[in-house]
């Protein structure tokens, strides 16, 4: 998917509060002994609350991995993880989805919407998960937002894949999380469509102040991010920011990753 980058300027000056997330010597192994497959070498880095950051690196160069170590999806071998000023390690399994349930968002590359249900209790859903009852009035202006109130009644499978994705964004934003993550969220839509949950996403972070970590292999969808992290092999080897945020930059920077 080929994104447009945003004709407007959407790089800021990042408010200085306290850290959505912060890694402190990130490690992450897959399996045991020799047979062992190292992901993670020793990340540290800080993403302040209220900034969009975007992960990129080749494939296989760990982006994925920090992600779900970050939202607390998988456990690091070693090293820390804050998320919403919480450290994971001394959290069971249980406090571990309860964060994520009531303080966390996340968007997939393939939706995960629950094909039986409407737009509208698709985005519901998190509520009642977590038995609270969702307000109408809020549930519309949300469908609003994201542009599909006139959808509220209709089924994932009516929908196109724009609009799937524009549901699972407003499904994510409904407990008006502290971080949303994003695992390639524009990674199997078209141009068109994938402007428009980017342009949510920006707006989610400048309107309600989310913060949004998102992993994607596309320069011009980076280039809508406040800075860019990219990895290869398993550590941080550059990190944009600014006027350095464009996707020409961005491509030039990967391209030399590969050579």
């Keep these: 998917m080929n994104t447009t980058q945003p004709s407007h300027t959407v790089h800021r000056q990042v408010p200085t509060r306290n850290p959505a997330v912060d890694l402190r010597s990130l490690h992450k192994a897959h399996g045991t002994g020799r047979q062992a497959v190292t992901a993670l070498h020793g990340i540290n880095h800080t993403i302040p609350s209220g900034s969009f950051t975007a992960v ?3 494939s296989g160069s760990g982006k994925s991995t920090l992600l779900h170590c970050a939202a607390g999806l998988e456990r690091p071998s070693s090293g820390s993880v804050t998320l919403a000023g919480q450290e994971l390690a001394g959290l069971s399994e249980r406090q571990l989805t309860l964060l994520r349930r009531d303080r966390i968002g996340f968007v997939f590359q393939d939706f995960h919407l629950v094909p039986a249900l409407t ?3 698709n985005v519901a859903l998190p509520l009642r998960l977590a038995g609270r009852r969702p307000d109408p009035r809020r549930l519309e202006e949300l469908l609003a937002d994201v542009g599909l109130l006139d959808k509220r009644h209709r089924r994932p499978a009516e929908l ?3 609009q ?7 499904r994510a934003l409904v407990t008006h999380p502290e971080v949303v993550f994003a695992d390639e969220p524009t990674g199997a839509l078209d141009r068109a469509s ?3 949950v980017l342009n949510l996403l920006r707006k989610a972070v400048d309107d309600r102040g989310t913060t949004v970590v ?8 980076a280039a809508w991010a406040d800075e860019v992290l990219v990895l290869a092999d398993g550590r941080l ?9 464009t996707a020409e930059t961005i491509a030039a ?3 030399a990753l590969e050579v």
Excluded: K, Y
């Excluded at 994705?165 to 407003?170: D, E, G, H, N, T």
């Excluded at 080897?237 to 006027?243: A, H, I, K, P, W």
């Design 56 to 58: 990129m690196g080749p």
């Design 119 to 121: 737009v509208a209790a």
């Design 160 to 162: 196109s894949g724009g």
């Design 164 to 170: 799937q994705q524009r549901a699972a964004l407003a």
């Design 194 to 196: 994938g402007r428009e």
């Design 214 to 221: 998102m992993v994607t292999h596309d320069p011009q969808a």
């Design 237 to 245: 080897v550059d990190r944009l920011t600014g006027t350095e945020i």
């Design 253 to 255: 920077r990967m391209a």
